[in-house]
């Protein structure tokens, strides 16, 4: 049992330590009198000695009788270091291997039960540059960044057709080491969410290099302005559409689960659903949405103005008879199924999300997710759960660009985007709740969207898309990461199960009349076990690959990267500017 495992005690020692130590001195000693007697044959009067014979050749070296030369010398010196360089990229070799190096982690040494270099070909230098040559996405870069393997050092990178899912716990290095990273080492468009700024301040000036930079910051998490906006309408071309829409604003104030009354929650969707397809069609706001779901009867409406003479004059005679009739329901009746969609979009009521969604007038320009997937620019969608989230907008954004991209990429090379959008969605759970993201997270891959979802714990990704979600979400990822600070008992055995078993050695001691005896055996044992998983060092995550065994990584933080000062101007400055704001400062 390996040392470094302190709650475990120490297996009984066998009586093979001075052998083998007398093995390595004989070893060694043979090394050198072979030195000394390749070396003396060299020598021009070794035939003075009367033999060859290895034996009497190194004896009159040492003795003296044979008299080093100029040559002679210079060979055994030359020779003794080349055996020394030999010896020492041996123990550097092995050190590595057992992960003893200088910022080595406890579990570092299981690194050699899990994948070796052989197992993760495709993910190193040299494979990821053959991948991005066979998808024609060169110019985007070599893949996105996963760490480093423990014991080389050498960088992982995933396919530019593999999505992925990453369980870390807070402070688990997932900012640092992993988004940042995956959103600065791409060329091509990427679209982040995130609940507050750090993402934002590390990324956006070295992403300014690459094109333009739209922050969403819906609720002035981070105090950006509304500079542009983007009408979650534009969206909806559609009855299909407009019920997608719906389901990202119901998910979004709803946990996945809730227990809510069947009747009055499908009449409610069906209802809200034509709402935004009659705001949509007819080009109305998307306030007129907030303001048909409080006058359900159209009380001093124009009846121009009306949702049901909207979907009928547009063509859509079948849904205006359907929210007629709802809208003639019994008091009681239409005010229960009004009741529940009202809960689902009061953000369309918060006066400081307006700016963000509406037209103001002014010159500020119109977010087009289309033109966005065919550029470099960076989308930051910023928002957060409680009281007055605008997580529903956010997710709605998110929605429409990776839709856009879907379609997009269906109609170039290959039925993918040639150059592949990058997606990083941190806090998924919270920011992003998309019903239908577990099941286009299968294909998406090939569509080249590349996903990224971070969770902070398997249960936050089940209060967000329900336990068959979550479910699909891991199933369908081809890489499937964890961190630190998991501490759920039904995840860990299961994440224990899937990194898989090892051979152990073990001993057994007995004492007899004549000392004591120690029998060894072999066998399987978890090289994770649960507790192991608990208790995960800082700069380590396990990564499961399809098709490969489970390995141990090396976290990389940005500031190891060489783009890390960028990163570090663009921290201070953006940090600065918003303690300015903040105070009232000039921008």
Same mark, same amino acid.
């Given at each position: 049992?390996?040392?470094?495992?302190?709650?475990?005690?120490?297996?009984?020692?066998?009586?093979?330590?001075?052998?083998?130590?007398?093995?390595?001195?004989?070893?060694?000693?043979?090394?050198?009198?072979?030195?000394?007697?390749?070396?003396?044959?060299?020598?021009?009067?070794?035939?003075?000695?009367?033999?060859?014979?290895?034996?009497?050749?190194?004896?009159?070296?040492?003795?003296?009788?044979?008299?080093?030369?100029?040559?002679?010398?210079?060979?055994?010196?030359?020779?003794?270091?080349?055996?020394?360089?030999?010896?020492?990229?041996?123990?550097?070799?092995?050190?590595?291997?057992?992960?003893?190096?200088?910022?080595?982690?406890?579990?570092?040494?299981?690194?050699?039960?899990?994948?070796?270099?052989?197992?993760?070909?495709?993910?190193?230098?040299?494979?990821?540059?053959?991948?991005?040559?066979?998808?024609?996405?060169?110019?985007?870069?070599?893949?996105?960044?996963?760490?480093?393997?423990?014991?080389?050092?050498?960088?992982?990178?995933?396919?530019?057709?593999?999505?992925?899912?990453?369980?870390?716990?807070?402070?688990?290095?997932?900012?640092?080491?992993?988004?940042?990273?995956?959103?600065?080492?791409?060329?091509?468009?990427?679209?982040?969410?995130?609940?507050?700024?750090?993402?934002?301040?590390?990324?956006?000036?070295?992403?300014?290099?690459?094109?333009?930079?739209?922050?969403?910051?819906?609720?002035?998490?981070?105090?950006?302005?509304?500079?542009?906006?983007?009408?979650?309408?534009?969206?909806?071309?559609?009855?299909?559409?407009?019920?997608?829409?719906?389901?990202?604003?119901?998910?979004?104030?709803?946990?996945?689960?809730?227990?809510?009354?069947?009747?009055?929650?499908?009449?409610?969707?069906?209802?809200?659903?034509?709402?935004?397809?009659?705001?949509?069609?007819?080009?109305?706001?998307?306030?007129? &949405?907030?303001?048909? %779901?409080? $006058?359900?009867?159209?009380? #001093?409406?124009? /009846?121009?103005?009306?949702?049901? =003479?909207?979907? *009928?004059?547009?063509?859509?005679?079948?849904?205006?008879?359907?929210?007629?009739?709802?809208?003639?329901?019994?008091?009681?009746?239409?005010?229960?199924?009004?009741?529940?969609?009202?809960?689902?979009?009061?953000?369309?009521?918060?006066?400081?999300?307006?700016?963000?969604?509406?037209d103001d007038g002014t010159t500020r320009p119109h977010f087009n997710p289309e033109k966005f997937v065919t550029s470099t620019s960076t989308l930051y969608?910023?928002?957060?759960?409680?009281?007055?989230?605008?997580?529903?907008?956010?997710?709605?954004?998110?929605?429409?660009?990776?839709?856009?991209?879907?379609?997009?990429?269906?109609?170039?090379?290959?039925?993918?985007?040639?150059?592949?959008?990058?997606? &990083?969605?941190?806090? %998924?759970? $919270?920011?992003?709740?998309? #019903?239908?993201? /577990?099941?286009?997270?299968?294909? =998406?891959?090939? *569509?080249?969207?590349?996903?990224?979802?971070?969770?902070?714990?398997?249960?936050?990704?089940?209060?967000?898309?329900?336990?068959?979600?979550?479910?699909?979400?891991?199933?369908?990822?081809?890489?499937?990461?964890?961190?630190?600070?998991?501490?759920?008992?039904?995840?860990?055995?299961?994440?224990?199960?899937?990194?898989?078993?090892?051979?152990?050695?073990?001993?057994?001691s007995s004492a007899q009349k004549n000392g004591r005896s120690v029998t060894t055996s072999v066998q399987r044992e978890r090289i994770f076990e649960t507790?192991?998983?608990a208790a995960l060092p800082d700069g380590r995550a396990i990564l499961m690959a399809s098709g490969m065994p489970a390995a141990l990584i090396k976290l990389?933080?940005?500031?190891?990267?060489?783009?890390?000062?960028?990163?570090?101007?663009?921290?201070?400055?953006?940090?600065?500017?918003?303690?300015?704001?903040?105070?009232?400062?000039?921008?």
């Open positions: 049992m390996s040392p470094r495992e302190a709650h475990r005690r120490a297996q009984p020692g066998t009586n093979e330590g001075p052998a083998l130590f007398m093995l390595a001195v004989i070893a060694l000693l043979f090394v050198v009198a072979l030195l000394i007697w390749g070396t003396a044959m060299l020598n021009s009067k070794v035939g003075d000695l009367g033999s060859s014979n290895p034996f009497v050749v190194v004896g009159g070296v040492l003795s003296g009788k044979l008299a080093p030369e100029p040559l002679q010398i210079i060979v055994l010196v030359v020779a003794s270091l080349v055996l020394a360089v030999l010896a020492a990229g041996i123990v550097v070799g092995a050190i590595r291997q057992r992960g003893d190096t200088g910022d080595a982690s406890p579990v570092d040494y299981k690194a050699r039960s899990m994948a070796q270099t052989r197992h993760l070909r495709g993910l190193l230098p040299k494979g990821a540059a053959k991948d991005v040559k066979r998808l024609k996405a060169e110019h985007t870069g070599l893949g996105s960044p996963l760490g480093a393997q423990v014991g080389t050092g050498k960088p992982l990178r995933a396919s530019y057709e593999w999505v992925q899912i990453w369980l870390m716990g807070p402070r688990a290095g997932k900012t640092s080491c992993v988004c940042v990273p995956q959103i600065l080492e791409t060329a091509g468009p990427v679209t982040t969410t995130s609940n507050k700024r750090d993402i934002v301040d590390l990324t956006r000036g070295p992403r300014s290099m690459k094109g333009n930079v739209y922050v969403h910051d819906v609720q002035n998490i981070i105090g950006e302005p509304p500079t542009w906006w983007w009408n979650p309408l534009s969206f909806v071309v559609d009855y299909e559409s407009a019920a997608k829409l719906t389901d990202i604003f119901i998910t979004s104030s709803t946990e996945a689960g809730a227990t809510q009354d069947a009747y009055f929650k499908g009449a409610a969707k069906e209802t809200l659903t034509r709402l935004f397809l009659a705001a949509a069609v007819a080009g109305r706001p998307i306030t007129d &949405v907030f303001e048909w %779901a409080n $006058n359900p009867k159209d009380e #001093k409406v124009a /009846p121009e103005l009306t949702p049901v =003479y909207i979907l *009928r004059t547009h063509g859509y005679e079948s849904q205006a008879r359907a929210l007629d009739r709802t809208k003639q329901l019994p008091d009681k009746q239409r005010e229960g199924v009004y009741d529940n969609l009202r809960t689902w979009i009061t953000v369309l009521g918060n006066e400081k999300v307006l700016p963000w969604i509406v969608g910023i928002s957060k759960e409680g009281d007055g989230s605008a997580r529903a907008i956010t997710g709605a954004l998110t929605m429409a660009v990776l839709t856009a991209a879907e379609r997009i990429g269906s109609r170039q090379l290959g039925g993918r985007l040639t150059t592949p959008l990058m997606a &990083v969605l941190d806090e %998924a759970a $919270n920011v992003c709740r998309w #019903k239908d993201l /577990p099941d286009v997270y299968s294909h =998406y891959g090939s *569509r080249g969207i590349i996903i990224s979802s971070f969770f902070q714990s398997w249960s936050q990704g089940v209060e967000a898309y329900g336990e068959n979600g979550m479910q699909k979400l891991w199933s369908a990822a081809n890489i499937r990461a964890i961190g630190k600070g998991l501490s759920e008992k039904e995840f860990l055995p299961f994440a224990s199960s899937l990194i898989g078993d090892h051979d152990v050695v073990k001993r057994s507790s192991d998983l990389t933080h940005w500031g190891e990267k060489d783009y890390g000062e960028l990163v570090m101007q663009s921290q201070d400055y953006y940090e600065k500017k918003a303690v300015r704001m903040s105070a009232g400062g000039v921008s």
